[in-house]
């Protein structure tokens, strides 16, 4: 499984960008797919994680973006995407994608967000 993000950029604080990821190479539904986000000098945590199988979806946000940022998936397309609005210093971070298939985790290259003030 490929998984390739992008749209990430600069951006002003209290503006928006939308992230994308890509998937290929699996010839099942991806169940688990997420975001990710490293800052400089930090461990990589957790941004949100939709499930979804058997007719139902569920999508959890960190506390830190709950409101702000929205996870949206085009099944048809296999692609996951992010909606960030209102964003603040505190999201500048490279943002990664991440699809666990079969028990399997696979991860993006990274898209790089950064929030001038």
């Known amino acids: 499984v490929q998984l390739v993000e992008s749209g990430g950029g600069l951006v002003q604080a209290g503006g928006s960008l939308r992230l994308s990821c890509a998937a290929s190479?699996?010839?099942?539904?991806?169940?688990?797919m997420g975001w990710y986000r490293q800052a400089p000098g930090k461990q990589r945590e957790f941004v949100v994680v939709?499930?979804?199988?058997?007719?139902?979806?569920?999508?959890i946000y960190a506390d830190s973006v709950k409101g702000r940022f929205t996870a949206t998936r085009d099944n048809a397309k296999n692609t996951m995407y992010l909606q960030m609005n209102s964003l603040n210093s505190e999201d500048r971070a490279v943002y990664y994608c991440?699809?666990?298939?079969?028990?399997?985790?696979?991860w993006g290259q990274g898209t790089q967000v950064t929030v001038s003030s």
């Open positions: 939709n499930t979804s199988g058997g007719g139902s979806s569920s999508t």
């Open positions: 991440k699809a666990v298939v079969f028990g399997k985790v696979y």
């Open positions: 190479g699996s010839s099942f539904s991806i169940n688990n």
